[in-house]
């Protein structure tokens, strides 16, 4: 009789503790305002290896339910949306296809945030904390499905104009990471 | 120490009078049914050796006791309906003031239209209105359901998102009165908090002008509050935040333009006085965790600036 | 003696009697220009005295009215459709191509949308290089503050020099008998979110050019340069003070609501007129008669209107002004607190109609919100205002205020969403000009068939980002087709024929008087029609949507060309020029699902097409 009743038990364990990462909510996150570079250089190709503080935050963020949520509420709040629309672009590029002109990877997005690029992307640097940036790189890499679609967000509060976040399949990025503008 | 005690049996206005006069009335005869239950329970313990009643007897004992709770029901159904009939007396009364209360996660944003646009103030956490007039609220919700509750003025009032509902308000007396969100919004809805203060009508026009003013201009400003409007203006403070008269027009968070007029910051949580506000500026997530303040950290010296900044906007 | 004769041709050519009577018409009007060149022979270059001035297309409007309209007619009904291409240029430019070549003399003049080349072609040499190109190298990062595409509406030229507008906020004038720069003035700054995509016009010396931006919360000028030097003489605000507006005791608006002091700034929320739109992005037209430059000023700054309560002056309307020194004279509001980014910047074109029993002098405007306007130039009274296309979100205008009268259950509010409004945000007709042929007396309208659901959201400004606060999605309005091209009976009120198009008719319209209308449509297909009867004539591939404006001209072989820009874009095209997904319909703000299979019927391209008969 008790035997199922451990079984349960350990079932339930194991399921609360695997949920919890996925909401972990790190609010006081120590990086300071975005500053040059942050740690990030424009390639991903580093001499000596991975760099930065920012990298680890980057990559927890992908699995990361919260951090994607955030990253949509600051998409908006940011005017983001008033360029990429949500995600289908206008005056910037759509966001939610297979094409990057500047790499997909999060170090890629991170960086285009934070510089600028050259045809028209503002530099948000020193604007934005580190950590806000990273959750809008997990944000953007999930219209694209290229960030998990279990801890997408899916609510969508304004007139459905998209398919949720968390029901795109994923688009393979058409140019390779950290490949050239053309 | 915030101000303001919320105690909903010390009333201010009309609407939290007739409350209280329904809450009195409920408990004068709450307490008269308890001592008569009361009552027969003893009798009934501490008579001993009486005679069982027969079929008629108890059957006009439960007939009785029917009548009675059928006679407390009613009167508490009077004093419900005739003082909730009676709570908003200020429809069709003139000389209204109209305010947009906008609730979001996790503070309030206040507007007040005025009678021509250029008119319009919109501050934040702080209502201020003129006692005697009846006042308007007019109430909607950003994000998720919030609730209005100034314990001494009135009583609660959702606020949902995407149905807009409407209140009427009184002060009748001066004075200054806590209130808070009362419908579970998220992380920090119990740091949710608003003040209204109840001025003379004079002293609203005062505040109502004095709202509408931008913020000094850079020739205003001591040397040290200069260099913080610039660290203001550069960084990411602009992202969120509106200080009229500088290029600051964002939404996200509330309005700063007379942020050293109030007597609280974060939404009732601190006073607002200069450690405080040190504290909220670069680590506000230490004061209220999951708000949408980022911690900003600085070092002493522009931390000085930035405060020497905001506090002279008055 | 000037004023009165060019009263006397402008009399004799518009009131010919609406029979084809070209040869008169075009007879009168040679004698006519001839005399004006005799008395104003300084306002043209040598080159161009020698020529009839009926062949050459020297301004994006072809006149200073706007008109739009050719007094050639070797082209006619009888013979257009043997019409083929002579020769073609490429840009190189896969962005939308919304300009106007100049015809000056010999010469063709062209501008391209970003990086703006400028190109100069001798027409001896139809098919040959161009005799000179100039790069302005404008800032690349001006790319991310421009709308809608980063087209470029045309050049003007004046006194041997051709002037136009850089993206990133630059006049340039360059030498056309060289190639090289004359001066370049900045304007605009692209960290505010102003950039310049207009035609300027040339007046008196001055050369007219304004501001875009209001989707990035800019504040609206039309300002004056000096055309020989660059500087700036005179700078018009659309909103703020009386000061900054150029508003003084000259001012006589003909409504009430906008006869007060210092009404920019007291009919918006307190500071908000910082960021109040009105931006000057359209076409100038100028009467030498009243001496008045006439503009649209564009939508206010937010879209969401909640957000700014009051009129909002003087956004979303007209303004008469003096070009000297820019003055305003009158001032009519097209839509009073405009609730769904109307800008009030379509052309105005300047003719005289028979009304009333005589000819009164007036402009024909077709707005955004759905109607057309006939103004009375001297004052700015509305003359009548008629629906043009389907119109549900306001109920005609106040015949004694003048103000639209919007339908309240059609209003955007905050976290809802309002459906089936129409005219949706690029309204019954966006930027496209018509044109107006005295042959008929009638109005050639490239418009739109389009209604949207719309829903308020927060917005912030945060300058050099867009300040929108709304989301809106637009969908095809009554009977499918999403835009049209209709012939306008302006005397009448009331439309002549239609055609339907699939897509917005985006491209300009062009009248001869050979009888013939042409204009293009957004799968590529460049057309001429009757302009009696709106019978299709002829119509070509040019490979790439047409959005540009034709043009018409007499080569230096005395033959009848027409041209026109192919290349798909500006913002209805923006699906294809900008590559976007069309999952998202809000994608450019409101047009990617409703333009999600121009993907598949057109492609980017840039190329200007010239056409002549064999």
């Given amino acids: 009789m008790k035997m199922p009743v451990a079984a349960v038990a350990l079932l339930a364990a194991s399921a609360l503790g695997s949920g919890c990462k996925h909401e972990s909510r790190d609010l006081r996150p120590t990086e300071a305002v975005s500053k040059a570079g942050g740690g990030v250089v424009l390639s991903t190709l580093f001499a000596g290896g991975v760099p930065g503080a920012i990298a680890g935050t980057l990559q927890a963020n992908q699995e990361n339910a919260y951090a994607m949520n955030e990253g949509k509420r600051l998409f908006d709040a940011y005017n983001c949306s008033g360029c990429h629309a949500h995600g289908g672009g206008g005056i910037g590029p759509a966001l939610m296809d297979a094409k990057w002109i500047y790499g997909s990877a999060p170090q890629n997005v991170y960086a285009t945030i934070v510089e600028g690029r050259p045809n028209g992307m503002p530099s948000f640097r020193g604007k934005l904390p580190d950590f806000q940036v990273a959750q809008l790189v997990a944000y953007v890499r999930s219209m694209s499905g290229l960030a998990g679609g279990l801890w997408a967000p899916g609510r969508n509060d304004s007139m459905q104009v998209k398919p949720g976040e968390n029901t795109v399949t994923m688009q393979s990025p058409v140019r390779a990471e950290g490949a050239p503008p053309p | ?314 | 003696m000037h004023v009165a004769v060019t009263h006397g041709c402008r009399r004799e050519v518009n009131s010919a009697p609406l029979q084809s009577r070209s040869r008169t018409v075009q007879r009168g009007t040679a004698g006519c220009a001839l005399l004006l060149l005799a008395l104003a022979g300084c306002q043209r270059s040598a080159a161009a005295a020698s020529t009839d001035p009926t062949g050459e297309w020297p301004m994006v409007g072809k006149d200073y009215q706007n008109r739009r309209f050719s007094e050639l007619d070797q082209i006619a009904t009888a013979n257009v459709s043997k019409l083929k291409v002579a020769w073609t240029f490429s840009t190189g430019i896969p962005k939308g191509h919304e300009g106007a070549p100049l015809i000056v003399g010999d010469m063709m003049y062209l501008v391209t949308p970003f990086p703006n080349r400028a190109y100069a072609f001798d027409l001896r040499n139809p098919g040959g290089p161009p005799k000179w190109s100039y790069e302005p190298q404008p800032s690349a990062a001006a790319q991310g503050v421009a709308c809608c595409d980063v087209v470029n509406r045309g050049p003007a030229f004046w006194q041997g020099k051709l002037y136009f507008n850089t993206l990133d906020g630059q006049t340039v004038a360059v030498d056309t008998a060289t190639g090289k720069e004359a001066w370049r003035t900045r304007l605009a700054e692209i960290n505010q979110g102003e950039s310049m995509t207009m035609a300027p016009l040339v007046v008196k010396g001055k050369v007219l050019v304004g501001n875009s931006g209001g989707e990035f919360g800019v504040r609206g000028w039309l300002a004056a340069l000096n055309a020989a030097s660059g500087k700036l003489l005179w700078r018009a605000y659309s909103t703020g003070s009386d000061a900054d507006c150029l508003i003084g005791p000259d001012f006589h608006p003909f409504y009430a609501h906008d006869r007060g002091r210092d009404l920019g700034i007291h009919t918006w929320p307190p500071d908000h007129w910082r960021q109040g739109g009105g931006t000057v992005w359209g076409f100038v037209s100028y009467d030498p008669t009243l001496d008045l430059i006439y503009y649209g000023t564009a939508n206010p700054g937010v879209w969401n209107p909640e957000m700014r309560p009051g009129d909002n002056k003087w956004t979303a309307g007209i303004f008469a002004r003096r070009p000297e020194d820019g003055r305003a004279v009158w001032f009519y509001q097209w839509s009073a607190h405009d609730l769904y980014d109307h800008d009030g910047i379509n052309e105005n074109v300047l003719v005289d109609l028979p009304m009333g029993g005589r000819t009164r002098a007036v402009l024909g405007h077709a707005d955004r919100n759905g109607y057309f306007y006939l103004l009375d130039r001297a004052t700015g009274e509305v003359v009548s205002a008629k629906p043009f296309a389907t119109v549900n979100s306001s109920h005609g205008v106040d015949g004694k205020t003048g103000r639209l009268i919007p339908a309240e259950e059609k209003k955007p509010r905050q976290g809802r969403v309002v459906r089936n409004v129409c005219p949706a945000a690029p309204g019954a007709k966006d930027w496209q000009p018509m044109a107006f042929s005295p042959q008929t007396g009638w109005f050639y309208i490239p418009h739109n068939n389009l209604c949207e659901d719309i829903e308020g959201v927060d917005a912030s400004y945060i300058a050099g980002t867009p300040y929108i606060g709304v989301n809106v999605r637009y969908h095809a309005g009554p009977g499918g087709n999403r835009g049209a091209f209709t012939a306008w009976d302006p005397v009448a009120g009331k439309a002549v024929w239609t055609v339907s198009e699939t897509f917005p008719a985006w491209s300009g319209a062009l009248a001869t008087a050979g009888g013939l209308v042409f204009y293009g449509d957004m799968e590529g297909w460049f057309k001429a029609l009757d302009a009696r009867t709106g019978v299709l004539l002829w119509k070509f591939q040019t490979g790439s949507g047409v959005i540009g404006q034709p043009i018409s001209y007499r080569g230096p072989d005395g033959k009848q060309y027409v041209a026109v820009f192919s290349g798909v874009g500006g913002w209805a095209g923006s699906v294809v020029s900008g590559d976007l997904d069309t999952r998202d319909a809000t994608a450019s703000n409101g047009w990617g699902d409703v333009m999600k299979d121009l993907k598949g019927r057109t492609s980017k391209g840039g190329t200007l097409y010239v056409f002549a008969l064999p």
């Fill in chain 2, 1 to 314: 120490m915030i101000p303001g005690s919320g105690y909903a049996l010390a009333p201010a206005g009309p609407q939290a009078a007739r409350l209280a006069q329904v809450f009195w009335g409920f408990f004068a005869v709450c307490v008269v049914v308890y001592v008569v239950v009361v009552a027969l329970l003893l009798l009934g313990v501490l008579r001993p050796g009486a005679a069982p009643l027969d079929e008629a007897g108890r059957l006009r004992l439960v007939a009785l006791g029917g009548v009675l709770t059928a006679v407390a029901l009613v009167a508490l159904l009077v004093i419900s309906i005739r003082g909730g009939h009676e709570l908003n007396p200020m429809r069709g009364a003139k000389d209204v003031l109209t305010v947009h209360v906008i609730g979001r996660q996790w503070w309030w944003e206040l507007r007040y239209p005025g009678t021509a646009p250029d008119q319009q103030v919109v501050t934040a956490n702080e209502l201020h209105i003129p006692v005697g007039r009846p006042v308007l609220l007019e109430l909607e919700s950003r994000d998720v359901i919030h609730s209005f509750w100034v314990p001494e003025l009135h009583g609660k009032r959702d606020l949902v998102p995407g149905h807009d509902s409407t209140t009427y308000l009184q002060a009748d007396r001066p004075g200054v009165f806590r209130g808070q969100c009362a419908e579970f919004c998220g992380a920090q809805h119990a740091q949710m908090g608003i003040l209204v203060i109840a001025e003379p009508e004079s002293d609203f026009q005062a505040w109502l002008a004095a709202e509408r003013r931008p913020a000094p201009p850079v020739s205003g400003l001591t040397p040290d509050a200069q260099r913080g409007r610039e660290l203001f203006l550069r960084g990411t403070c602009v992202m969120c935040h509106r200080v009229a008269g500088t290029p600051a027009g964002a939404t996200m968070g509330p309005d700063l333009t007379h942020l050293a007029s109030r007597r609280t910051l974060a939404a009732g949580s601190l006073p607002n006085v200069h450690e405080h506000l040190r504290r909220w500026v670069t680590d506000a997530q230490t004061v209220k965790p999951g708000s949408h303040m980022p911690p900003t950290p600085l070092g002493t010296e522009d931390q000085h600036s930035l405060l020497a900044f905001l506090e002279a906007l008055r």
